[in-house]
Antibody, heavy 119, light 112 residues
């Protein structure tokens, strides 16, 4: 059974940092593109970042570029999102999601982890 | 970026009736070389992550009931639920994977 499990969310002050993790199992993690997608409370889905299977290529939404860093450890079947200089508008549920090919739909999603940025 | 626009924003349909949700992209998501539309539909129930229903605009994901169907090509797409069931209450999103960044419609809230 495919599982994606996010962790690391919580309450952080503006300007603070958090590191999200996503533990993957049940599929060949090192062949999949992995994405982070976020959803602000009561709002829609917004792509944040993605990374290719071997970790050599990454991309970011303009809103997080220079503040967030995506990475992966294929030996541990793990995906990460380092979030620095957090702002109130980063408050959201963050989902990790898998994509089988570079241009393909999101086939699996984790249950998400809530990040709240507030003083 | 490709902008995805859904209509309506919300929809109330009686049990057993048809529900239709539209999605329009700001540019084509039809890749000419393989004639595939890079368009997916997702269902999101409260407190849950999204779940893919349809990909390539009209291919139903394994296990998805056949009352769900997708149609359209180029820039205009439709998700149809042929006979609404109580468990179909959710927010539905279209998403293009034709180009990065992948983008979603704003969502359509479906109620009974």
């Amino acid at each position: 059974e495919v599982q994606l499990a996010e962790s690391g969310g919580g309450l952080v002050q503006p300007g603070g940092s958090l590191r999200l993790s996503c533990a993957a199992s049940g599929f060949t993690f090192n062949t999949y593109w992995m994405h982070w997608v976020r959803q602000a409370p009561g709002e829609g889905l917004v792509w944040v970042s993605h990374i290719n299977p071997d970790g050599s290529s990454t991309n970011y939404a303009d809103s997080v570029k220079g503040r967030f860093t995506i990475s992966r450890d294929n030996a541990k079947n793990a995906l990460y999102l380092q979030m620095n200089n957090l702002r109130a508008d980063d408050t959201a549920v963050y989902y990790c999601a898998s994509v089988a090919h570079s241009y393909s739909w999101y086939d699996y999603w984790g249950r998400g982890t809530l990040v709240t940025v507030s003083s | 970026d490709i902008v995805m626009t859904q209509s309506p924003d919300s929809l109330a349909v009686s049990l057993g009736e048809r529900a239709t949700i539209n999605c329009k992209s700001s540019q084509t998501v039809l890749y000419r070389s393989n004639k595939k539309n890079y368009l997916a539909w997702y269902q999101q129930k409260p407190g849950q992550p999204p779940k893919v229903l349809i990909y390539w605009a009209s291919t139903r994901e394994s296990g998805v009931p056949d009352r769900f169907s997708g149609s359209g090509s180029g820039t205009d797409f439709t998700l149809t639920i042929s006979s609404l069931q109580a468990e179909d209450v959710a927010v539905y999103y279209c998403q293009q994977y034709y180009s990065t960044p992948f983008t979603f419609g704003q969502g359509t809230k479906l109620e009974i």
